[in-house]
């Protein structure tokens, strides 16, 4: 849930604190490092082998 008013109105991209915000994934609008990426090769696993 994004509730930065920047990532709000601009996204988080384009936020000048970006490279030193501790918080993109927390409550911006960032993923979290490591589970968006397991979750697609998982679901692209099952597509490959047909289930």
């Known amino acids: 849930m994004t509730l930065c008013p920047i990532a709000l109105a601009v996204g988080c991209k384009k936020c000048p604190a970006f490279s030193v915000c501790p918080l ?11 589970k968006p990426e397991a979750n697609a090769s998982r679901a692209s696993d099952t597509k490959k082998r047909g289930k």
């Open 24 to 34: 993109k994934s927390v409550i911006g609008d960032q993923p979290a490092k490591g």
